[in-house]
């Protein structure tokens, strides 16, 4: 595609977009006050995933290193 043909794209769609937004301040603010709450519904969600994954690789740790020292061997499997 022709980088001028992408510009100009660019350019009218930004001014689109923008001219949107002024048109329809109002309905833009409530969609935009909706979507805050899901937003950080999935935030929290993400972040909840990886204090749990965190959790599970902490504690697969500290099992491994009981049943190591339990057997007396090291990594190498040596005694």
Known sequence: MNPYASLLGGLLL??????????????????????????VLIIGVIFLMIGVSDLRDRLREKREKKAEASTGTDMGGEK
């Open 14 to 39: 930004t001014a689109l977009g923008a001219f949107g937004i002024y048109k329809f301040l109002g309905d833009f603010l409530t969609v935009l006050k909706g979507v805050v709450g899901v937003v």
